[in-house]
């Protein structure tokens, strides 16, 4: 019998609040319920905000007031969802950090938001997001089950370019492969976002895990992006589901809009979309979605059994990897396939 599932991949885009993004997500996240959904991806930081186009007032060796100004207005619009600066890995997910006196709960409550979400609607939801922890932002992804909430969380390892200046570097332990089982069928996912996937050893070790649901939530709009996804698929024989949000530059968040260095003109798209869905063999089963700034919900039957068969002839991780010659190890960081 196949094991088929139906996944989607929302193109949604950050809104001028947490909250009304947080909206957003729900609603979305109904809207591929109704429509027998089972597990959703949502953009690279759409929780917080992609900074794109903000250069936050920083050349070498010089800072202007007004940047640390949209800094602070940005700091204020992530997420706090109670970690640690190092990453608490299991403590966190667990729910093991202490709590202050006359709290509930660790964070802003983005956590508990997410998980009721994913349990009143039955579907997997995995966002992108930008994390406050300390002084620090990380951009990260989040996996919420709608049996067990939070499953796992990860922090991007290598900011791109500007990113640097906002986004501190996550540790490579997050790198850990989650499982679960919908509807009966096994699922081992990771994400790499955006740029990590163009890292060659960062992808080998998800591949050495046995990944067969592949998430890649990104900023990245250029036509290079689908050749990059249709590699992953075919090489690590995964689905999988690449989310990026679609924005007119009108409707970026203020903590942009509102400073002239990252003016532009209103009615051009600061980023034209493109997520899409791959097969295990590199093959398109949706085309990349462009252009379509709200309502851009992607939705496909996936067999996962395809994984499988596309093992005959290819196992990067396994019996094409020659791995009495060649051996990665990764810093803090089980390579080999999670139970």
Same mark, same amino acid.
């Given at each position: 019998?196949?094991?088929?599932?139906?996944?989607?991949?929302?193109?949604?885009?950050?809104?001028?609040?947490?909250?009304?993004?947080?909206?957003?997500?729900?609603?979305?996240?109904?809207?591929?319920?109704?429509?027998?959904?089972?597990?959703?991806?949502?953009?690279?930081?759409?929780?917080?905000?992609?900074?794109?186009?903000?250069?936050?007032?920083?050349?070498?060796?010089?800072?202007?007031?007004?940047?640390?100004?949209?800094?602070?207005?940005?700091?204020?619009?992530?997420?706090?969802?109670?970690?640690?600066?190092?990453?608490?890995?299991?403590?966190?997910?667990?729910?093991?950090?202490?709590?202050?006196?006359?709290?509930?709960?660790?964070?802003?409550? #983005?956590?508990?938001? !997410?998980? %009721?979400?994913?349990?009143?609607? $039955?579907?997997? @939801? *995995?966002?992108?997001?930008?994390?406050?922890?300390?002084?620090?932002?990380?951009?990260?992804?989040?996996?919420?089950?709608?049996?067990?909430?939070?499953?796992?969380?990860?922090?991007?390892?290598?900011?791109?370019?500007?990113?640097?200046?906002?986004?501190?570097?996550?540790?490579?332990?997050?790198?850990?492969?989650?499982?679960?089982?919908?509807?009966?069928?096994?699922?081992?996912?990771?994400?790499?976002?955006?740029?990590?996937?163009?890292?060659?050893?960062?992808?080998?070790?998800?591949?050495?895990?046995?990944?067969?649901?592949?998430?890649?939530?990104?900023?990245?709009?250029?036509? #290079?992006?689908?050749? !990059?996804? %249709?590699?992953?698929?075919?090489? $690590?024989?995964? @689905? *999988?589901?690449?989310?990026?949000?679609?924005?007119?530059?009108?409707?970026?968040?203020?903590?942009?809009?509102?400073?002239?260095?990252?003016?532009?003109?209103?009615?051009?798209?600061?980023?034209?979309?493109?997520?899409?869905?791959?097969?295990?063999?590199?093959?398109?089963?949706?085309?990349?979605?462009?252009?379509?700034?709200?309502?851009?919900?992607?939705?496909?039957?996936?067999?996962?059994?395809?994984?499988?068969?596309?093992?005959?002839?290819?196992?990067?991780?396994?019996?094409?990897?020659?791995?009495?010659?060649?051996?990665?190890?990764?810093?803090?960081?089980?390579?080999?396939?999670?139970?």
């Amino acid at each position: 019998m196949p094991r088929k599932l139906r996944l989607a991949v929302s193109q949604s885009r950050t809104l001028a609040t947490l909250s009304e993004t947080l909206s957003s997500l729900a609603a979305t996240t109904r809207e591929a319920a109704a429509r027998g959904v089972d597990l959703i991806l949502f953009p690279e930081a759409f929780l917080g905000g992609y900074p794109r186009s903000c250069d936050f007032g920083a050349t070498v060796g010089s800072r202007t007031d007004q940047g640390r100004e949209q800094f602070l207005q940005y700091f204020r619009s992530c997420v706090d969802l109670g970690d640690t600066p190092k990453g608490a890995g299991d403590d966190w997910i667990e729910r093991r950090l202490p709590v202050a006196k006359g709290d509930d709960f660790r964070g802003d409550g #983005t956590r508990e938001y !997410l998980e %009721r979400v994913a349990k009143e609607t $039955g579907v997997f @939801v *995995v966002t992108g997001l930008v994390e406050r922890s300390g002084g620090s932002l990380y951009c990260a992804v989040v996996y919420v089950c709608p049996r067990m909430g939070c499953i796992g969380k990860r922090r991007k390892v290598m900011p791109t370019g500007s990113e640097r200046l906002v986004w501190a570097q996550g540790h490579p332990s997050t790198l850990r492969a989650v499982t679960t089982r919908i509807k009966g069928v096994k699922l081992t996912m990771a994400a790499a976002i955006c740029w990590e996937n163009m890292m060659p050893l960062l992808r080998y070790s998800l591949y050495s895990q046995n990944v067969n649901l592949w998430l890649a939530p990104t900023a990245d709009a250029r036509d #290079t992006w689908l050749p !990059l996804m %249709r590699t992953v698929g075919n090489e $690590g024989r995964c @689905v *999988v589901l690449s989310a990026i949000t679609c924005v007119r530059r009108r409707n970026l968040p203020p903590w942009i809009t509102g400073f002239p260095s990252s003016a532009g003109p209103e009615k051009s798209f600061a980023c034209r979309g493109g997520s899409c869905i791959i097969g295990p063999m590199g093959n398109v089963i949706m085309e990349p979605l462009l252009d379509v700034e709200d309502g851009g919900l992607l939705v496909s039957d996936v067999d996962f059994d395809d994984c499988d068969r596309g093992r005959l002839d290819l196992d990067v991780a396994g019996s094409y990897s020659r791995n009495d010659a060649f051996k990665l190890t990764v810093e803090g960081l089980d390579i080999d396939p999670p139970p």
